[in-house]
C-alpha cells in the first residue's frame, strides 16, 4: 500500500493526471460552450473520433504534422456545421443529430480507415507524423512544476491556450454574456435585440473547434496512431461534467479535473496484479456516482425551495 | 373565425413525400462516395441495390441481421416515445449476451427449455437493469444518456472480466466463452441460412408491441404520455409508474434481443466491445418514427442495404461501412422538422385562404 | 373575423366608427404635426387565421401617454408587438416621424427608438442589474472585451438621471417585482427609446409601487418621451392617460381625450353591447340544492407572493356558479388547486362532503368531479393524437371500453362517432388528428369527453375562449343541460357576456381574493361587475360571506 502512494505522490503521476485531463477537458469545455448558448452538443464524441483520425490522414497526406492539425480542425468544424443546419436550420432535435453524429462517426472512421489503410482496427501503416514534445527552459528544472507544465505534448500547451481564450471570451466580453442569454432565456435574449441563431452558431463552431483538438490530442501525441473507437467514451464524460458544472466554466473544468484523478489512479491500479477490465471502469463508475449524487442534491435543494 | 379544416390525407401525403425524397438523397449521396472511391460506381451501386436478392443464403443474411436491430428499435423506440433519450440497451445487448452464454455454456434441459431459459433470464435482468436510469432520471432528474452511457462501460467491464474470469475457453485463442451447448442454439428455419425463429419472434415482437401501444389501456397511457405529458397528468394518468413499466419492458426486449442474436447467429460469446446493436436500434427507431411496424420495416430496408454493401465489398474496395452516410442521412432528414416545411406551409396556406 | 354577428351589432360598431371620426377631427390639425408614430388601417390575421388585429388606425402624439385598454384578447398585445417587430402586420402601414416603416424584429425596433416593457418580464435571473441592462449594446474596452466598469457607471448614470433608486450591481433574483420592472423600464431608456410600450405594467405591482410608477411616467412625459400604456385596469388609465384608444374584438372602437370621456362611458365601451342573449328560459330547476363542491379559506402562497387568499365558496347541485374577473387574477390558481393539478397552502375543498384535497388527480375524478381546462391545446387534448384517443382519455379504463385484455377498438370508435354527432363536432373520423380541427371543434371534443363522465361537478374554465360564436353557443347550451340534470357546475371567464347568461350566482376575483359575491344576475349591470373586475370598489367581508352561505 505505502509503494500505491508513493505513486500517487510522485511526479510521474501528476504528469499522467495532465496528459488524461486534456482529452476530458477540449471535451467538457466543447459540450459547455454548446450547452451555454442553448445548443447541447452531444456529439463531442463524435466530433472527437473524426478529428482524431483526420489528424492521422491530415498529416500522412501532407507531411506535416501542423497541417494535420489543420486539416483535424477542419473535419470537426464540418461536424459543427452538420450539427448546426439541421438544429438551427431544420429544427431537428439536437439530442437526436448527437446521437445520429455519434453513429455515424463510430463507423464512417472505419470506413475512411479502410479506405486508406485497408485495415479496419488501427492506421499504424500509415507515416504520420506527431507534434513534438515540448519542453519549456527553466521551468523543467522546478520540481513537481515541471511535471505539469514541461515535457507535455504540443496541443496540451494548446489546451492551456484554448482554455483562457475560452474563459476570456465567456466571462470578458460582450459576445460571452449574449451567449449565456441565449442559453439561459431565447426570449429575454431576442428582445434585448440580440441574433440569437448568430450566436450559438459561434457557439458551436467553437464547440466543434475544442472537440476536433480533443481529438487531435489523441493521435498527435497521447499516441501516435488512430484505433478504432479510441475516444472510448471521453466524450461523454465530457458531457456528464458539463451536467454537472451548468453555466459555471470553474465548475465544469474542476469536475472534469475529478474525473480525469479516477482515469489517472485506473492507470495506477492497472501497474498491479489486478483484473484489468474491472479497474477500467473505475473512471465511468466515477462519473454516474458523481452524477447521481449531484442529481439528488439538486433534487434536495429543489424540493426546500 | 370561420370555420376551416386540413386534410388528414395532406398529412399522410407530406409524409411519404418526405420519405422517398430522403431516401432518393441518401442514395444519391451514396453513389455520388461510389463514384469517388471506387472504379466502377455505377456497377458497384446496382450490386449493393440487387446483392441480397440475387442469392437465398444473401437474402437469409439479410433475415439474420435485421432481428437484433428489430429489438434494440423497438426497445429504443418505447423509450424514445416517453421523451427520453436512453441509450442504455446497448450494454443491456452486452450483459445480456454474457448471461445468456453462461447459460447457454451449461447443460441443461432439453432443446425446448434450455433456450427458452437462456433468453428468458437475460430478459428479465435486463429489464431489471435498465429500472436504474429510468429511476434516477424519474426520481432525482439525473441526465439519462450520460447516466446510461456510463452504465454501458461498467456492463462492457463487468461482462468482460466475468468472461475471462468464470467463462473463458481454454481451446481458443482470443478472449471468448466455450462453445455454446447444442440444446441451447435455435435451430436453422430456411435450409442453407443462418435464419432462425429469431426472425419470427422479431416479427412477433414488433406486432406485440403494436398491440401494447395501440390495442391496450397501458399502451394508450404510453402514448398520451409521451405525445402530451401535461394533458396525461390533467387525465389522470400516473407518469411514474408508466415510466418503469416502459423501462422494463424496453430493457427486457434488449435482453430477448441480444440472447436471440447469440443463439442464433454465435456458436460462442466472442464480444470484446460494445457490439453497436444498441446504438443502431436508436436509429431504427429515429427513422421508424417510434412506431414498431416502422421499425421492422426500417431495421428490414438498413439490414437489406447492409447486405448489399457487405456484398459489393467483395468485388471493390469500399467496405461496408459505406453504409453509415446512408443511415446517418436518412436519420437526420427524416427527424428534421423544416425538412420540405416550407413546401407543406404554403400548400396549408393556400388551401386556408380559400376557407376565409 | 366572422360573419354572424347580429344587425344589432353591426349597427352598433357603426355608430363607433362616426365616434372614431368626430374624435379625429376634434384633434384635427395639430395631430398630424406633432405626431410620433402613426398606424394606419393595420390588419393582422395569424397563420392559424385567428384574425387579431382588424383594420386599426392610432396616431400617437409625441410626448403623451396615451394609454389602449380592452378587454383580453381584444388583440392590444399583438398591437404592441407589431408596434416593437415581434410580428409583422398581414396589411396596413406604420409611419415613424412621418417616414414608412415596417420592422422584421425587435432590434429594428429598438433601433428606431422603440422600447417595451413586456408583462412578463424579459430578465435573466442570475445576471446583475448592469448586464442586463447593456445586454445587446454592451459598452466595450478596446473593440473586443467588454467594459464592465463602463456598463455599471453607464447604468448607474442613467438610473441617477431619471431619479431610479437601484443597485445595478444586484442580481435581478435579489430584486422585488418592483425593481424588476424599473430594470426593464431602464432596458428602454438605456437603448434610448422615444417611445415606450408598457404592457400591462401595473398588473403585477403593489399600489404603492404602481404610484411609483406613474410618477416616473409622468417625468418621461414631461422628457417628451411617447408612453403607450396598456391596461385594463380603468382607475389607472384615468389616473394616467393623455388620451385613450378603446379596443374591442380586434378592432379599434375611438380614440378620446382623457377629459372628454367619462368613466360609465368608457366601461361600457371596453365591454361593447350590453347583454342580448340570455339563457333564462333553458334553465330548469333542480329540486335539491345542497352544496356539491366546498372551497373554504383556500390559500396559496407561491415564492413569497400571494395568489389565492381566503377563497370560500360552495357550489351547488343544478346550478353554475360563475367566477368572473380579468386573466390573472387567481382563477387559474383556484381551478388548478381544486383538480389536482397543483397544490394549495390551506384551506378544504370537499367534494360533495368528502374532503378531496389530499386525493390524486384519478381519484378526484373517481369521486365525480370533470374539468374543461382553459387551455385545450396544453392540458386539454395531445395535439398530434386521434380525436378517438382525445375524447376518452378521463375515462379510458372504463368498463364498456374495454375487454379483459385489449381496448375494444370498435367501441371505442363508435363512442367517438356518437360524440362527434351529439356535439356536432366537424371531423371526417375517430381517427382524424385532433390539431387538424378548428379551435371550436377541438373545444366540443373536450367538453363532449368531460360531459360524458357524468360528473357530480364540473369545472369549466373559459369554455368558449377564441372559438367560434356558433361553437360556443353549442357548447353554452350543453353546460345549462348538465346543470339542468342536476351537476354543480363552477364557471370560469373572463367574458363577461358568458358569465353573466350562464350564471346562476356569482363571485368577482380580482388579486387573488373575492372582491364581490352576487346571489343572482337580474338587475345586475355590466358596468356594476366592471368596478369589482378592475379594482375600482370592493364589497365588506359579510357581502362576500353569502358566496358560502346561502
Avoid at chain 1, 79 to 84: D, R, S, W
Avoid at chain 2, 168 to 180: E, G, H, V
Avoid at chain 3, 74 to 92: D, N, R, V, W, Y
Wanted: glycine letters at 10%.
Amino acid at each position: 500500500m505505502s509503494e500505491f502512494w508513493s505513486v500517487i505522490f510522485s511526479e510521474e503521476f501528476l504528469s499522467t493526471v495532465v496528459r488524461v485531463l486534456v482529452p476530458l477537458l477540449f471535451a467538457s469545455m466543447s459540450a459547455y460552450i454548446a450547452a451555454l448558448a442553448g445548443i447541447p452538443n452531444i456529439a463531442v464524441e463524435g466530433i472527437m473520433l473524426m478529428s482524431a483520425l483526420f489528424a492521422v490522414l491530415g498529416s500522412y497526406w501532407t507531411q506535416s504534422s501542423w497541417l494535420g492539425l489543420l486539416i483535424s480542425i477542419g473535419a470537426g468544424l464540418v461536424m459543427a456545421l452538420i450539427l448546426i443546419l439541421c438544429t438551427i436550420n431544420m429544427g431537428t432535435n439536437p439530442i437526436l443529430v448527437g446521437i445520429a453524429l455519434n453513429t455515424f462517426a463510430a463507423s464512417f472512421t472505419v470506413f475512411l480507415l479502410y479506405m486508406f489503410t485497408q485495415n479496419k482496427g488501427t492506421s499504424a501503416s500509415l507515416a504520420s507524423i506527431v507534434l513534438p514534445i515540448v519542453n519549456i527552459p527553466i521551468i523543467d528544472r522546478i520540481p513537481v512544476l515541471r511535471a505539469v507544465l514541461s515535457g507535455q505534448y504540443t496541443v496540451t500547451y494548446l489546451c492551456i491556450v484554448c482554455m483562457i481564450l475560452l474563459a476570456l471570451l465567456v466571462y470578458r466580453t460582450p459576445l460571452g454574456m449574449r451567449m449565456k442569454a441565449a442559453g439561459l432565456d431565447e426570449r429575454a435574449a431576442k428582445t434585448a435585440g440580440i441574433d440569437v441563431n448568430h450566436v450559438r452558431i459561434i457557439a458551436v463552431l467553437i464547440s466543434g473547434l475544442l472537440a476536433a483538438l480533443g481529438g487531435a490530442y489523441m493521435t498527435t501525441g497521447y499516441l501516435s496512431i488512430f484505433t478504432k473507437n479510441m475516444i472510448a467514451g471521453r466524450g461523454w464524460i465530457g458531457i456528464a461534467a458539463q451536467a454537472m458544472g451548468g453555466t459555471n466554466m470553474l465548475g465544469v473544468a474542476v469536475t472534469t479535473f475529478v474525473f480525469s484523478l479516477f482515469q489517472a489512479i485506473t492507470n495506477v491500479f492497472s501497474l498491479y496484479d489486478l483484473p484489468s477490465e474491472l479497474i477500467n471502469i473505475i473512471p465511468y463508475v466515477g462519473v454516474l456516482l458523481g452524477i447521481i449524487l449531484f442529481s439528488v442534491s439538486t433534487y434536495r435543494s429543489g424540493k426546500k425551495g | 373565425m370561420t370555420k376551416r379544416k386540413f386534410t388528414l390525407a395532406g398529412d399522410t401525403a407530406f409524409e411519404t413525400v418526405k420519405t422517398i425524397l430522403a431516401i432518393f438523397i441518401a442514395l444519391a449521396i451514396t453513389f455520388c462516395v461510389l463514384a469517388l472511391t471506387c472504379e466502377n460506381p455505377v456497377a458497384s451501386f446496382v450490386t449493393m441495390l440487387t446483392g441480397p436478392l440475387t442469392k437465398l443464403r444473401y437474402f437469409g443474411n439479410v433475415l439474420e441481421s435485421m432481428v437484433p436491430l428489430v429489438f434494440s428499435g423497438l426497445a429504443c423506440s418505447l423509450l424514445f416515445r416517453t421523451g427520453l433519450f436512453n441509450l442504455g440497451i446497448e450494454g443491456i445487448y452486452y450483459i445480456g449476451g454474457v448471461i445468456c452464454s453462461y447459460i447457454a455454456c451449461q447443460v441443461f434441459g432439453n432443446s425446448f427449455t434450455h433456450p427458452l431459459v437462456a433468453i428468458l433470464v437475460p430478459a428479465l435482468i435486463g429489464g431489471v437493469l435498465m429500472l436504474i436510469p429510468g429511476y434516477l432520471k424519474a426520481k432525482f432528474n439525473a441526465n439519462e444518456l450520460v447516466t446510461s452511457l456510463m452504465l454501458n462501460s461498467i456492463y462492457l467491464g463487468v461482462g468482460l472480466w466475468f468472461i475471462k474470469t468464470y467463462l473463458r475457453a481454454t481451446d481458443y485463442s482470443s478472449t471468448a466463452s466455450p462453445l455454446f451447448t447444442d440444446t441451447a442454439t435455435l435451430p436453422y428455419l430456411i435450409p442453407g441460412t443462418r435464419v432462425t425463429i429469431g426472425i419470427l419472434l422479431a416479427v412477433a415482437a414488433a406486432f406485440l408491441i403494436y398491440i401494447l401501444l395501440f390495442k391496450t389501456r397501458l399502451g394508450y397511457q404510453i402514448r398520451m404520455t409521451g405525445l402530451n405529458p401535461s394533458f396525461a397528468r390533467y387525465s389522470g394518468m400516473n407518469a411514474m409508474s408508466l415510466f418503469l413499466l416502459v423501462h422494463f419492458i424496453s430493457g427486457f426486449l434488449g435482453g430477448v434481443g441480444t440472447s436471440v442474436e447469440l443463439l442464433s447467429i454465435y456458436s460462442r460469446f466472442s464480444w470484446v466491445a460494445l457490439p453497436g446493436l444498441g446504438f443502431n436500434g436508436a436509429l431504427m427507431a429515429m427513422m421508424g418514427k417510434n412506431n414498431p411496424i416502422g421499425v421492422l420495416v426500417v431495421a428490414f430496408g438498413i439490414s437489406y442495404l447492409q447486405i448489399g454493401a457487405e456484398i459489393m465489398s467483395r468485388s471493390t474496395t469500399v467496405p461496408v461501412e459505406v453504409i453509415s452516410i446512408v443511415t446517418a442521412t436518412l436519420v437526420l432528414l427524416i427527424s428534421a422538422q423544416y425538412f420540405l416545411r416550407g413546401w407543406r406551409e404554403k400548400k396549408l396556406l393556400k388551401e386556408g385562404l380559400l376557407h376565409v | 373575423m366572422s360573419p354572424p354577428f347580429s344587425k344589432k351589432t353591426i349597427s352598433i360598431s357603426q355608430n363607433h366608427n362616426t365616434l372614431i371620426c368626430t374624435a379625429c377631427s376634434a384633434k384635427g390639425g395639430i395631430s398630424l404635426e406633432n405626431s410620433i408614430l402613426r398606424l394606419e388601417n393595420i390588419t393582422k390575421v395569424y397563420s392559424n387565421g385567428v384574425v387579431a388585429n382588424k383594420d386599426i388606425s392610432v396616431n400617437f402624439q409625441k410626448g403623451e401617454i396615451h394609454s389602449i385598454v380592452g378587454e383580453n384578447g381584444a388583440g392590444k398585445s399583438t398591437l404592441m408587438k407589431i408596434l416593437f417587430g415581434i410580428e409583422q402586420p398581414s396589411a396596413g402601414k406604420l409611419y415613424l416621424r412621418g417616414e414608412e416603416r415596417r420592422f422584421h424584429n425587435s432590434l429594428e425596433a429598438i433601433d428606431a427608438g422603440i422600447g417595451m416593457v413586456h408583462q412578463h418580464f424579459m430578465l435573466i435571473p442570475s445576471f446583475t442589474v448592469a448586464q442586463s441592462i447593456v445586454l445587446g449594446m454592451e459598452p466595450r474596452k478596446n473593440r473586443v472585451f467588454l467594459n464592465k466598469k463602463a456598463a455599471v457607471e453607464q447604468t448607474r448614470a442613467i438610473a441617477e438621471q431619471y431619479n431610479f433608486d437601484i443597485d445595478v450591481t444586484k442580481k435581478i433574483s435579489e430584486l422585488s417585482v418592483g425593481a424588476k420592472q424599473k430594470v426593464e423600464i431602464l432596458k428602454t431608456l438605456y437603448r434610448n427609446a422615444e417611445i415606450i410600450i408598457l404592457d400591462e405594467p401595473t398588473s403585477v405591482l403593489t399600489p404603492q409601487e404602481t404610484e411609483i410608477l406613474f410618477d416616473e411616467l409622468e417625468k418621461f412625459r414631461k422628457l417628451g418621451h411617447t408612453i403607450l400604456f396598456i391596461s385594463h385596469k380603468l382607475g389607472e388609465v384615468k389616473q394616467i392617460s393623455d388620451r385613450i384608444t378603446i379596443m374591442r374584438n380586434g378592432e379599434s372602437r375611438g380614440t378620446f381625450n382623457n377629459a372628454e370621456i367619462s368613466m360609465e362611458e368608457l366601461t361600457a365601451r371596453i365591454i361593447g353591447r350590453e347583454l342580448i342573449s340570455s339563457y333564462d328560459e333553458k334553465k330548469r330547476d333542480w329540486p335539491e340544492k345542497t352544496p356539491v363542491l366546498t372551497v373554504e379559506g383556500l390559500c396559496l402562497a407561491h415564492k413569497g407572493q400571494t395568489r389565492l387568499e381566503g377563497i370560500s365558496f360552495a357550489v351547488k347541485r343544478g346550478e353554475i356558479f360563475g367566477i368572473a374577473g380579468v386573466q390573472g387574477n387567481g382563477q387559474d390558481e383556484l381551478i388548478r388547486a381544486v383538480a389536482g393539478l397543483s397544490g394549495h397552502t390551506a384551506g378544504a375543498i370537499a367534494l360533495d362532503g368528502t374532503d378531496i384535497s389530499k386525493l390524486s388527480i384519478k381519484k378526484r375524478r373517481e369521486a365525480g368531479l370533470a374539468y374543461v381546462p382553459e387551455d385545450r391545446m396544453l392540458d386539454g387534448t395531445a395535439g398530434e393524437a386521434s380525436l378517438g384517443d382525445n375524447i376518452i382519455s378521463t375515462y379510458f379504463e372504463r368498463k364498456s371500453l374495454n375487454g379483459p385484455l385489449f381496448m375494444r377498438g370498435r367501441r371505442i370508435n363508435a363512442e367517438a362517432r356518437r360524440l362527434i354527432k351529439e356535439f356536432s363536432i366537424k371531423a371526417e373520423s375517430p381517427a382524424q388528428k385532433i390539431q387538424s380541427l378548428s379551435g371550436g371543434n377541438i373545444q366540443k371534443v373536450v367538453v363532449a369527453r368531460e360531459h360524458n363522465t357524468n360528473p357530480k361537478c364540473l369545472l369549466a374554465e373559459q369554455p368558449t375562449h377564441g372559438i367560434d360564436i356558433g361553437s360556443a353557443e353549442f357548447i353554452h347550451l350543453r353546460l345549462i343541460e348538465m346543470r339542468n340534470a342536476g351537476a354543480g357546475l363552477l364557471l370560469v371567464s373572463a367574458d363577461l357576456d358568458e358569465v353573466m347568461s350562464l350564471s346562476d350566482r356569482l363571485i368577482v376575483m380580482y388579486e387573488g381574493r373575492i372582491a364581490a359575491y352576487f346571489s343572482g344576475t337580474k338587475g345586475l349591470t355590466r358596468s356594476e361587475l366592471g368596478y369589482y373586475m378592475l379594482g375600482v370598489k370592493r364589497q365588506t367581508p359579510e357581502e362576500i360571506g353569502g358566496a358560502l352561505r346561502d
